[in-house]
DNA sequence: ATCCAGGATGTAT
DNA sequence: ATACATCATGGA
């Protein structure tokens, strides 16, 4: 075992990692006293959280200004990746525009950071999400490693990582129905096999942004708030706004200008409001509209 | 009981 | 191209 701590001052713009892990952008990520936000409130302490990446299992907490972490190697590129550790937030932040809501949404949740995750656990979990609360999001997440992903033994436990496209592909509907997937079963196991048979893998994805997330509604499952969402929280592109029923109600009640009646013009016109790192002021938005008191 | 949740798909117009 | 019904499941 391998252990280390990340000294979270010299990150700019900080972390917050109860906020990263929890407002519903990564689902890839247990918190191991199996409580959550709605039990513990927000800045519910200390935890430990855990995932398992590559076939290793990462274990991190953040502790009194530090980001601690135990692993089976060296977690900090992992950590560095999937908590996007280099982005500046300072700098971030900075380049939002003026605006009340965006300006409360940031200081209401200093540190949290925009999550880099394995594409196919990214792809399934928003596939999952479609008319589906943040809480059950999760459940079906764990349940599919639990039922389908590599046991990984460590410190006496055993943990299961997320499983590839070929352990889905193939899997009875009912299987996946029995987790408590409903409709969107057939669509994981559909978009499972396109990726098992070599169609549409990360590397056949233009760079920008706009095509990748017009590749990515090939999958089945995927319209255009998902793909946004795999564009923001696992392919890096931090302009992307997932125009989910929460933003949607933002920009109803804030910005009615930018309410163009389709998704694409009216992401792009948010986009326009928000700035370059639009992504980012939209998972803030997100998570403080869905906390607040 | 009725409504809703990080929507997408198939079909009819 | 756009409007509409339909799709499971569990919690409030």
């Known amino acids: 075992m391998e252990r280390g701590a990340i000294d979270v ?10 906020s990263t892990l929890e ?36 274990r991190a907490r953040q502790l009194d200004g530090a980001l601690e972490w135990e692993a089976t190697t060296d977690a900090v590129p992992y950590l560095t990746d999937l908590l996007r550790l280099d982005d500046d937030l300072d700098a971030i932040v900075e380049a939002t525009p003026e605006d009340p809501l965006l300006e409360t949404a940031y200081e209401a949740y200093p540190g949290m950071r925009i999550v880099g995750d394995p594409f196919f656990a990214c792809l399934v979990s928003f596939i999952c999400s479609a008319q589906m609360r943040v809480e059950r999001i999760f459940e079906m997440q764990r349940a599919l490693a639990e039922a389908y992903g590599d046991a990984v033994e460590f ?64 999958y089945v499952g995927v319209g255009q708030k998902v793909a946004d969402c795999v564009c923001l929280f696992s392919l890096g592109h931090l302009e992307a706004v997932p125009l989910d029923t929460w933003i949607r109600t933002a920009i109803a009640e ?10 694409d013009e009216t992401s792009a016109a948010i986009r326009e409001r928000f700035g370059p790192y639009a992504g980012y002021a939209q998972t803030y938005v997100f998570h403080y509209l869905r906390h607040r008191e």
Request: glycine share 16%; with cysteine.
């Open 254 to 263: 804030h910005y009615p200008d930018c309410d163009r009646g389709r998704y």
């Open 9 to 18: 001052g010299e990150l700019p713009g900080g972390l917050d990692l109860q």
């Open 155 to 218: 410190r006496g436990e055993t943990h299961h990582a997320f499983p590839r496209p070929e352990q889905l592909a193939g899997v009875p509907e009912s299987e996946l129905r029995d987790l408590g997937l409903g409709y969107r079963a057939p669509y994981v196991e559909a978009s499972a096999r396109l990726l098992a048979e070599g169609e549409l893998t990360p590397g056949d994805l233009p760079e920008e942004y706009e095509p990748t997330r017009e590749a990515l509604t090939g």
């Open 23 to 58: 407002s519903g952008q990564t689902y890839g990520w247990r918190r191991e006293d199996g409580r959550t936000y709605a039990a513990t409130g927000l800045h519910g302490g200390s935890a430990w959280y855990r995932t398992v990446v590559d076939g290793e299992v990462v």
